[in-house]
């Protein structure tokens, strides 16, 4: 594999990440803050909102995700071994 194309791979890992979603929405964050910012209006208070808003779908999803998943087995119990001298 090409360094560049390694790169580009690391590039996509690391931003898109396992949720492109979270991705998607830290885009429409950013340009909701230019444009906010680019009327004039102060914009420190739209980032806090999205990660909150961000956080809360991710962990809702994530939950979602969980309760659908099939219920895990109890490990069976395991005896204690007694070492005899």
Do not use: K, N
């Amino acid at each position: 594999m090409s360094r560049l194309r390694a790169f580009l791979a690391f590039l996509w890992d690391f931003i898109i990440g396992d949720d492109p979603l979270i991705a998607l929405f830290v885009v429409v964050a950013l340009g909701v803050t230019a444009v906010v910012a680019a009327a004039g209006v102060a914009a420190w208070w739209v980032m806090p909102i999205a990660v909150i808003v961000t956080l809360a779908l991710s962990v809702w999803r994530a939950a979602d995700a969980d309760t659908a998943a099939p219920p895990r087995r109890e490990p069976e119990p395991v005896e204690p071994t007694v070492h005899q001298h």
